[in-house]
């Protein structure tokens, strides 16, 4: 069974950094594309970085030169650095992994960014 679990959520003040990390079992990350996506109260689970198997990047415009994504594939894992949050980073944050027609999610992890 393949499961995704997130870690390193919290409450922190606008200006700080959060590392989210996901760890996988089940299965191994190697030739997965990796993703984080986030989803606040009343709006859609959109997407915030991406990660291909040769780890080329994409990233939300909201995302840019703020967070960035990486992956181990050795420790099956793939965190998110979050610098400079907003208040708007509020959100449930969650990992996402896709292999041809799978798709996996984790239960998402909370991050709150306070004024």
């Known amino acids: 069974q393949v499961r995704l679990v997130e870690s390193g959520g919290g409450k922190v003040q606008a200006g700080g950094s959060l590392r989210l990390s996901c760890a996988v079992s089940g299965t191994l990350i190697k030739g997965s594309t990796m993703g984080w996506y986030r989803q606040a109260p009343g709006k859609q689970r959109e997407m915030v970085a991406r990660?291909?198997?040769?780890?080329?990047?994409t990233y939300s415009d909201a995302a840019k030169g703020r967070f960035t994504i990486s992956r181990d594939d050795a420790r099956n894992t793939v965190d998110l650095q979050m610098n400079a949050l907003k208040p708007d980073d509020t959100a449930l944050y969650y990992c996402?992994?896709?292999?041809?027609?799978?798709?996996?999610w984790g239960q998402g992890t909370q991050v709150t960014v306070s004024t």
């Open positions: 996402k992994r896709e292999y041809t027609f799978e798709v996996h």
């Open positions: 990660i291909t198997k040769e780890k080329i990047t």
